[in-house]
C-alpha cells in the first residue's frame, strides 16, 4: 500500500491528493517535504518535471577493463585487489590506493577522506572502481573514483543495464533520484495527455520515448543510445528544440509588439564616432555599424546580437549605439559582467566620448554612498545620460527617467529572463537591446537559444593584431620556458601563468596556484610575481589585475579565473599548465588574454605526458588555428559519440538532451513547424513550452 504524508501546509493524510503528472513531487515514496525542497532547486515541483529531468549521461559499468587496456580520458569499470594504500603528505593529505587485476596496477588518490574509510580499504580485498582515467606518474591512476568494496571478487558484478547519472543537489543521491523517476514513468505510461499525437513530430509517443532514456535495458537500445541515433532520442530531441523555437518566437514576438524610441541620430552617430576614433573600421565593423543604425531608427525595439571573437572589435559597434541614444536626448546603459571589465569599458568609451564632450557615468555595487546618490539622481532626471556599470545597473532602486539603449557585454552570463527583465526599464517604452559576445556560437546554435534576436557577426580583426603563436610542449620542457619568460620580462614584457587541476573544485585550484606562485618566486626571484584565484575577496584579485595591468607586476599567475579579463597590451606570454585537461572553448578565451597589443605574442600549452587521442586533438587544434568559430566547430566533432546527452547551459535555457550543434540538420525544418503551430495549435504550443523549457507565460507576457 503506498503510504500516506503529511503535506507541507499539515494537510492530514486523508487530504493526499491522488497521485498523477501534475501531483506535488512531495507526494511521492521516498520524498516528502524535504526532499520536495531540494527538488525545487532543481526546477522539480510536479510529478511530471521528474520525467523531463533527463540525464547528463550514460556510464557503462556493464563490463570490467583489465588496466592493462585503460586508456587517459576515458571512463573505465575496473576490478582489482588492493596491493598497497597509504596516506601521504605533500601540499596536503592525500590517501593513495593502488589495486592490481594481475594485468597492471591502477592507482587511486582521495583528496577528501575519512578515518573509517582509509580503514575500509584493506590490502588483499577485492574493490571495484569507475572513474575516469588518467596518466600518472606511476602508471594509469584514477582521481576520486566511485567504489565498492568486498571479501571475494564475486561479490562484485557489473551492473546489466546503462547507468543513468542525473544532475543532482545537495542530498539528493543518484539512488533516490532514478526511485523517484522510476514512479514518475508508471504514471506516465496512462497519462493522456503525454501521450497525444504532436502535429509534424514522427518517432515513438512521448512516454514510450522517456522510457526508453532513463530505462534502456536492451543491448540494443544502449549501443543506439551510446551511439546517439535511437529513436527515441531523436523524437525527444526534436521535442526539445521545437519548444525552444517556440518559446523564442513567443518572446520575440511580444518583445517587438512594444514600442520603441525611434532613434533618428543613429545614422550621424557612426560618422561622429568614426571622426574622433584613432584607427579605422575594419569591413565587418563597417556592415555590423550599418545594421544596428538601421535597427535603432525604427519604432519597434532592436534585439541583436553581435558576436566577434577576442579583439575583433565590438566595443565600437556598442560605442555608436550609446552614443546614438545620447544624441537623440535619451538615455543609454552598457554593463558588463564584472566591475573590472566596467572600468576597462568606462575607459576606454571615456576617451572616445570624452572628444565629443560628453561625460559617461560609472555605478557598481561598492561605489561610495553619496558617489552611487548622484548617478542615481542623474538617471532620473529627464537629460541624456549614458552609464557603464556591472548587472547593479539594473538593479530595482535604479530609475532611468527615457532609457532608450541597453548594451550587454558578455551575453553568456546574461540570460533570458534578464533580457525580459530590462522591458521594464524603459517605462512606456521598450529598450533598444545590444548584446555582445565574445565566445564562439556556431550559427545553428545560435538559431536554437538565441531566436529571439537577431545575429550579426564581426569575422574579420583590426590590421596591425599580430596573431598568436601556440605552441605545444611537454612539461618536461619547463626549464625552457622559465628561462624564455625571464629573457621577456627583462625586456619589459609580461606573463599569464594558468594552472588548472584535474577536480574542479575552487579550494584546490586555489591552492594550486598558491604554490605555482611560491615556486615560480623562487625560480624567477628578480620578477614581482601576483596571484589570483576564484577564493580571493573581489577587492584583492582587482587589485593583483590592476596591479598587473598597471605594470607593477611582470608575472601573474592564475587560475581560469582570468577567462574573461581586462586588457593588458604589454602581456604577450600566456602560459597553461596541463593545458591537455581544458575544453577548446576555455583554451581559446584563455589565449585571447594575450595578443591585444602590436607586439608577437605567444601562448605555450604545457602538457603532462602521456596524452589520450582526444587531448593530443584539442591541442593541435589549438596550435592550428586562433579561428574561434573553427575551434567551436572541432570542439563539437571531438566530443563525438562518447558523450551522449552533453548538457550546455544557455544563458537560463539549460537543454537537457538536444544539442543545437550536433542536431544542426534538426533545426530549419523546427523553425517552419513552430510558426505554424503558433497559428494552428496556440493551446498545443504553450503545453510543450512548459513540458521542456519552463512557464509559457514568462514568454508571452512581457
Request: proline share 5%; with cysteine; net charge positive.
Amino acid at each position: 500500500m503506498t503510504e500516506f504524508r503529511r503535506s507541507r501546509s499539515g494537510a492530514s493524510p486523508a487530504a493526499r491528493p491522488a497521485l498523477s503528472l501534475d501531483t506535488e513531487a512531495t507526494f511521492l515514496k521516498g520524498a516528502g517535504p524535504a526532499v520536495a525542497q531540494r527538488l525545487r532547486g532543481l526546477g522539480i515541483l510536479r510529478v511530471r518535471d521528474l520525467l523531463f529531468h533527463l540525464p547528463l549521461r550514460y556510464e557503462d559499468r556493464r563490463k570490467h577493463q583489465s588496466v592493462a587496456r585503460l586508456r587517459p580520458d576515458e571512463d573505465a569499470l575496473v576490478l582489482g585487489r588492493i596491493v598497497a594504500t597509504d596516506v601521504r603528505i605533500a601540499r596536503r593529505r592525500v590517501l593513495r590506493v593502488v589495486i592490481d587485476d594481475g594485468t597492471g596496477g591502477l592507482s587511486l588518490r582521495f583528496f577528501h577522506f575519512n578515518e573509517a574509510q582509509r580503514k575500509n580499504l584493506i590490502e588483499g580485498h577485492w574493490m571495484q572502481v569507475f572513474g575516469t582515467v588518467r596518466a600518472g606518474t606511476a602508471g594509469p591512476e584514477m582521481v576520486h573514483p566511485q567504489y565498492r568494496v568486498a571479501d571475494s571478487a564475486e561479490a562484485l558484478q557489473p551492473e546489466r543495464d546503462l547507468t543513468p547519472i542525473y544532475p543532482l543537489t545537495t542530498g539528493i543521491t543518484q539512488q533516490r533520484m532514478r526511485g523517484l523517476i522510476e514512479q514518475a514513468l508508471r504514471l506516465a505510461a496512462t497519462d493522456a495527455e503525454l501521450a497525444q499525437a504532436l502535429p509534424g513530430l514522427d518517432g515513438p509517443p512521448t512516454p514510450d520515448a522517456l522510457k526508453v532514456i532513463h530505462r534502456p535495458h536492451s543491448d540494443e537500445d544502449a549501443r543506439q543510445l551510446l551511439e546517439q541515433r535511437h529513436p527515441a532520442q531523436r523524437r525527444l530531441v526534436r521535442e526539445e528544440l521545437l519548444a525552444h523555437q517556440l518559446g523564442m518566437r513567443l518572446l520575440r514576438s511580444r518583445l517587438k509588439s512594444h514600442p520603441a524610441h525611434r532613434l533618428l541620430a543613429a545614422g550621424d552617430a557612426v560618422a561622429e564616432l568614426q571622426s574622433v576614433l584613432t584607427f579605422s573600421c575594419t569591413g565587418a565593423q563597417q556592415r555590423v555599424l550599418a545594421e544596428t543604425a538601421a535597427d535603432l531608427q525604427r519604432e519597434h525595439p532592436m534585439l541583436r546580437l553581435v558576436q566577434g571573437d577576442v579583439g575583433s572589435g565590438k566595443t565600437v559597434i556598442a560605442a555608436a549605439a550609446l552614443l546614438a541614444a545620447y544624441r537623440s536626448g535619451l538615455q543609454a546603459a552598457l554593463v558588463a559582467p564584472t566591475e573590472l571589465l566596467a572600468e576597462q569599458h568606462l575607459r576606454n568609451l571615456s576617451q572616445w566620448f570624452g572628444a565629443l564632450g560628453i561625460t559617461p557615468l560609472f555605478l557598481a555595487n561598492r561605489m561610495k554612498k553619496a558617489e552611487r546618490a548622484a548617478v542615481l539622481a542623474q538617471l532620473a532626471a529627464d537629460q541624456p545620460a549614458i552609464v557603464i556599470g556591472t548587472h547593479a545597473v539594473f538593479q530595482e532602486q535604479v530609475t532611468f527617467s527615457r532609457l532608450a539603449l541597453a548594451v550587454v557585454d558578455e551575453q553568456h552570463r546574461f540570460g533570458v529572463q534578464q533580457r525580459i527583465a530590462l522591458r521594464d526599464k524603459g517605462g512606456t517604452r521598450a529598450p533598444h537591446q545590444l548584446i555582445m559576445s565574445a565566445t564562439p556560437i556556431p550559427r545553428t546554435l545560435a538559431q536554437t537559444v538565441y531566436a529571439d534576436l537577431d545575429v550579426s557577426v564581426i569575422d574579420e580583426l583590426p590590421p596591425g593584431r599580430t596573431p598568436v603563436v601556440t605552441v605545444v610542449l611537454s612539461n618536461e620542457r619547463r626549464d625552457e620556458v622559465l628561462r624564455r619568460i625571464g629573457e621577456a620580462c627583462a625586456a619589459g614584457r609580461q606573463v599569464y601563468w594558468v594552472c588548472t587541476l584535474i577536480e574542479e573544485s575552487e579550494e584546490l585550484d586555489a591552492e594550486a596556484a598558491e604554490a605555482t606562485a611560491a615556486r615560480l618566486r623562487n625560480e624567477l626571484p628578480t620578477l614581482h610575481v601576483g596571484l589570483v584565484h576564484g577564493r580571493m575577496k573581489s577587492a584583492d584579485k582587482d587589485a593583483q589585475m590592476r596591479a598587473f595591468k598597471d605594470g607593477i607586476s611582470q608575472l601573474l599567475v592564475a587560475t581560469t579565473v582570468i577567462e574573461v579579463g581586462v586588457d593588458v597590451p604589454n602581456a604577450s606570454i600566456m602560459v597553461i599548465e596541463n593545458a591537455e585537461r581544458l575544453g577548446l572553448a576555455q583554451l581559446h578565451q584563455l589565449r585571447g588574454r594575450v595578443g591585444r597589443g602590436a607586439q608577437a605574442s605567444q601562448c605555450v600549452l604545457l602538457y603532462q605526458p602521456p596524452m589520450g587521442d582526444i587531448a593530443r586533438a584539442r591541442l593541435e587544434t589549438m596550435r592550428s588555428t586562433t579561428d574561434g568559430f573553427a575551434i567551436a566547430q572541432r570542439d563539437l566533432e571531438l566530443r563525438g559519440p562518447g558523450e551522449l546527452l552533453g548538457r550546455r547551459q544557455t544563458g537560463d535555457i539549460g537543454m537537457k538532451l538536444a544539442d543545437p550543434m550536433r542536431d544542426a540538420a534538426l533545426i530549419p525544418p523546427l523553425q517552419s513547424l513552430a510558426d505554424r503551430w503558433l497559428i494552428e495549435h496556440p493551446a498545443l504550443a504553450r503545453a510543450l513550452i512548459a513540458r521542456w523549457v519552463g512557464d509559457p507565460e514568462r514568454y508571452a507576457q512581457v
